[in-house]
């Protein structure tokens, strides 16, 4: 049932948008023409503009004059396969978090920690063209978004790590005085409990200077469970573990704040430097219940560890942007610099029994973990004619980590703890990235555009650990990373594109980190120091005709990174690690269409993917391939002078991809959203994941070992959202030298 909802809405309204729509017009009321509204500029505000976003104004309308008679657009898809998404002004604006927004945007997937694209892989996050990570991600304020670019094949101006981009942009301020909003967020889950989202922003200008500031609180409950068995059918060697995880999260202190300042020059130049951070107190408990059977008998295992588990991060940003000439040719000077400071203090009581012998032990986990990233880089643009622009930029970063972990034992008393050097170890890290590139885009003709480029990184690293022994890494390697896009401009109607990336995906820091993370006895956590990074060549050809957009491309890996449960040094120990594999291969294609009237926004995706993975080495058990379905609609329907209704609803269906299968998951979410007070008050109520299907769930054999998994998330909930927005600015008509409004170009 829940399948046929997902597929007939997708279906349903990717061929109703077939039917040619008639374009909303919208009325200026200086003058009494008419312009298409794809052309018009967002009426959005930010007081921290993105480096080189400056706005040309095309059709030389002063903004507040616009007045805009239809919804905004939820996407737009772009001749080099760029999906623009719209959040101001559209219900995903009402959306708690980042990754909660992310994971309502077309093509774009959010499991397990991860941010993938469809057909491309797992995507590093930009904000306003500069590289962030997965906790300064976190950090950001909802209500400053103004879109979300989801780039596939992005250029070598884009830093050489992941398989795609998603670069999120916030809103640009272009009023004085005082902005602001506040919003309380209560999310009520059967499954995990209650949380609360209390979330401020503020932002002042006067004159040539801004001064932005937000911040917000999550406290609550949080869940997540896994189900997992293990079993070696050998009747030598045979064993059954059935394992359950449960852990229940109490956000004793889950906050975000940050503050920015930026003091404007001259129309061509500006600084600015921002500070955010972001602290999660996380308090609760992980349950894990261990029933193994083998040819010596039956035993079970209960682990409860209590958690306490606090970690600090903070990011600073100094940043100058200059014009240097009337064409729009730019400079770009930036530094960040990142620290993060975690620690954690679990407590754990181990019950067991064993042959109808009971046992009990006491176990204390102490982990401290200190991540210090800086980075300088410079971008220059050089535009040299209309359609010619040669863009050239360098990056220097630099990454330290240090960790250690301090486990003791203790007995049924609790009393005397003794160090446990098998499982203790200390660790440290230090990388150096130097990176360069240069992207050159120009015309062959009148109907043809093209961009190629290449970028070199030189990548030294040295590692030391002493988990399992005394272990000393060190390696020095370069990487060239050529990268091609075309654009064929056939008539006004009908469009391509074919690109050609490289890239890089270098293991995450913990992942190379070999310390333990405890779940039962026969359960652990390490990371891997031997990971390799993976590299990636992506092909693609796409075409748009009309408000059609379709693609197929080819991804080919080398040393792909995945995981799996592997056999430890007991019988029915496993380790649960990163590895890499030999090689991987991906075949995608995808068909998407859009389409807004007056009362209703929908944007439609249908595409399937096929993914086949290789590896001879951890002696994986080769199984078919099946292609991978995938189907996205999102409907917004406007009842005039009442309220919106949204209607989400996508299907990722099962998929083999050689080692393994994965089964199908699907969301559907229905909300509803009224503003008061001339849209100063906005209320909005959300049903999450109706039927609680979003659960990654899936099959392997590896070694002797048959795994199953299934693991559920708190995506099932009811939302209620108060909104108040505050302020008394007053516009400002901007006048700028004439600059072409690019993606956010930087070096990484």
């Not at 129309?267 to 308090?283: H, R």
């Not at 009442?642 to 699907?666: H, M, P, T």
Request: with cysteine; proline share 2%; hydrophobic share 35%.
């Amino acid at each position: 049932m829940k399948l046929i909802i997902v597929v007939v809405i997708s279906i349903y309204c990717l061929i109703f948008s077939s039917i040619e729509v008639k374009a909303q017009v919208v009325k200026n009321n200086r003058d009494k023409s008419y312009v298409d509204e794809d052309k018009l500029i967002e009426k959005t505000t930010f007081s921290t503009p993105a480096p080189d976003s400056i706005i040309k104004d095309q059709d030389h309308n002063q903004l507040n004059e616009v007045v805009v008679k239809s919804n905004p657009s939820l996407v737009k898809y772009g001749a080099n396969g760029t999906i623009n998404v719209n959040v101001t002004g559209t219900v995903l604006a009402a959306s708690s978090s980042v990754n909660e927004l992310l994971g309502r945007v077309p093509n774009v997937v959010v499991a397990e920690g991860q941010i993938s694209v469809l057909g491309k892989g797992e995507a590093i996050i930009y904000l306003n063209g500069i590289l962030i990570n997965y906790e300064r991600f976190a950090a950001i304020p909802v209500s400053q978004i103004a879109r979300i670019e989801v780039i596939s094949n992005p250029s070598s101006k884009y830093d050489a790590e992941g398989k795609a981009v998603v670069n999120i942009i916030t809103r640009q301020n272009i009023e004085s005085g005082m902005m602001g909003s506040a919003s309380q967020h209560v999310t009520v889950s059967k499954f995990a409990g209650t949380s609360t989202n209390t979330l401020i922003d503020f932002n002042y200008t006067k004159g040539k200077f801004s001064f932005i500031t937000n911040y917000g609180l999550q406290l609550g409950k949080g869940r997540e469970l896994l189900y997992t068995t293990r079993t070696r059918p050998n009747p030598d060697v045979y064993m059954q573990s059935v394992l359950t995880t449960d852990w229940l999260r109490e956000f004793n202190n889950y906050s975000n704040f940050g503050f920015g300042l930026q003091y404007t020059f001259s129309e061509k130049s500006y600084i600015s430097l921002a500070y955010s951070g972001n602290i999660e107190d996380l308090g609760g408990a992980v349950e894990s219940r261990n029933s193994i059977t083998n040819n010596s008998g039956n035993s079970f295992y209960a682990t409860d560890i209590a958690k306490n588990d606090v970690l600090l991060n903070q990011f600073i940003n100094l940043n100058y942007n200059l014009i240097t000439d009337s064409k729009g040719s730019s400079l770009f000077i930036g530094t960040q610099y990142s620290n993060y400071n975690g620690t954690v203090r679990d407590f754990i009581e181990e019950n067991s029994v064993v042959e109808e012998a009971d046992g009990r032990r006491y176990l204390k986990n102490d982990v401290g973990n200190t991540i210090n990233i800086t980075a300088v880089q410079a971008d220059y643009s050089k535009k040299i004619s209309e359609n010619t622009k040669l863009e050239l930029g360098a990056k220097f970063s630099s990454a330290s980590i240090k960790s250690g972990t301090d486990f003791f034992i203790a007995n049924a008393d609790a009393v005397d703890f003794e160090l446990d050097d098998n499982l203790s170890s200390d660790f440290t890290y230090n990388e150096k990235i130097m990176a360069a590139y240069f992207n050159y885009a120009g015309s062959l003709g009148e109907k043809v555009d093209f961009s190629a480029g290449a970028r070199a990184e030189r990548t030294n690293y040295d590692l030391y650990t002493n988990a399992n022994g005394v272990q000393e890494f060190g390696k020095n390697y370069a990487n060239f990373f050529p990268n091609l896009l075309l654009n064929f401009n056939f008539s006004e109607d009908w469009k391509a594109h074919f690109s050609y990336v490289s890239r890089i995906t270098r293991p995450r820091y913990q992942a190379l980190n070999p310390f333990v993370v405890y779940q039962d006895p026969f359960t652990t956590i390490e990371g891997n120091p031997n990971l390799l990074p993976e590299k990636v060549h992506a092909f693609e050809i796409g075409t748009m005709y009309k408000k059609f957009d379709f693609k197929i491309g080819y991804t080919y890996k080398i040393d792909p990174i995945s995981g799996a449960a592997l056999q430890g040094d007991t019988p029915n120990s496993y380790i649960l690690r990163s590895l890499n594999l030999q090689k991987g291969h991906t075949f995608f294609s995808s068909l998407s269409r859009s389409f807004n009237i007056k009362w209703w926004n929908s944007t439609n995706t249908i595409s399937m993917n096929l993914t086949k993975s290789v590896d001879d080495f951890y002696s994986f058990e080769m199984s078919s391939v099946k292609p991978q379905i995938y189907l996205y609609s999102n409907n917004t329907f406007t009842i005039p002078k009442l309220f919106k209704i949204q209607l989400l609803a996508w299907y990722l269906g099962d998929r083999s991809y050689g080692l393994g299968s994965d089964n199908s998951r699907s969301t559907v979410t229905l909300g509803i959203e009224k503003n008061f007070f001339k849209d100063a008050l906005k209320l909005n109520f959300t049903a999450n994941d109706i039927f609680h299907d979003f659960m990654v769930s899936g099959n392997y054999e590896v070694g002797q070992t048959q795994i199953y998994y299934h693991r559920t998330y708190t995506t099932n909930y009811f939302k209620l959202i108060a909104a108040y927005s505050f302020g008394n600015s007053k516009k400002t008509t901007y006048k700028k030298s004439e600059i072409e409004q690019t993606e956010n170009n930087r070096a990484r």
